[in-house]
């Protein structure tokens, strides 16, 4: 599976769009990009998934550059609820060993 | 709504004991993960299981293994704990889907300390 590269920690104010980027440039063709989350003393919780065109459910938006090198989630109107860790995860559809790595450790600030 | 439960979620165990670490999911699914979380290196694949008393090694295998006899149940053993083996425990489980993506669900996680 291509590796990601995550920033360690990024602050969003309440109320505003919180934008969590992540590069993959070693995606191959056919590898999709997963999101989740972990939120203190919990598992990890699944956000959303996508292999180029941009994708948007009740959770989150995914944008993925046109080239895939890229992507940032977005929560549009962050809460203190979105306080947690966000992984960002490349590999093959149906590929059910995923490798997580440190993620991004998003704090929303009141 | 589905549910991971994982028998304690904090234990203290004494260096060369056998431990077990259990994972009950309620929702049919074919596969069950381990996983340990460890400050600085995220989440570590120790063992997975796509069917009953199939098992396929993970990332970091070394010093456990597992037992999947009913479908809803993956054990997790530490032959002889040791301290290196102090660690967050989370257990995953999802479908074996055709055609659309299987999230993995994730247990509470088990605070195992070994001294």
């Known amino acids: 599976d291509a590796k990601t590269t995550q920033p360690t920690s990024m602050d969003c104010a309440e109320g505003r769009a919180a934008n969590l980027p992540c590069n993959h440039s070693?995606?191959?063709?056919?590898?999709?990009v997963y999101w989740y989350r972990q939120i203190h003393s919990q598992g990890p919780q699944y956000i959303i998934h996508?292999?180029?065109n941009n994708e948007t459910n009740e959770m989150a938006s995914l944008i993925i550059t046109e080239d895939r090198k890229s992507s940032t989630l977005i929560l549009p109107h962050a809460t203190l609820r979105d306080t947690a860790v966000y992984y960002c995860i490349v590999s093959y559809f149906g590929n059910e060993k995923l490798t997580f790595g440190t993620g991004t450790r998003l704090t929303i600030i009141p | 709504d589905v549910k991971v439960t994982q028998s304690s979620r904090y234990l203290v165990k004494r260096t060369g004991e056998k431990v077990f670490l259990e994972c009950v999911q309620d929702m049919d699914h074919e596969n069950m993960f381990w996983y340990r979380q460890d400050p600085g290196l995220g989440l570590r694949l120790i063992y997975f299981?796509?069917?009953?008393?199939?098992?396929e090694k993970g990332d970091i295998p070394e010093g456990y293994s597992v037992s999947r006899e009913k479908k809803e149940r993956f054990s997790l053993i530490l032959e002889s704990a040791s301290t290196n083996q102090t660690s967050m425990y989370l257990c995953?489980?999802?479908?074996?889907?055709?055609?659309?993506?299987?999230?993995?669900?994730f247990g509470p996680g088990t605070r195992l300390t070994v001294l």
């Open positions: 995953a489980s999802s479908f074996t889907g055709q055609g659309t993506y299987n999230e993995q669900f």
């Open positions: 070693t995606i191959s063709g056919n590898e999709y």
């Open positions: 996508g292999l180029k």
């Open positions: 299981s796509y069917d009953v008393k199939m098992k």
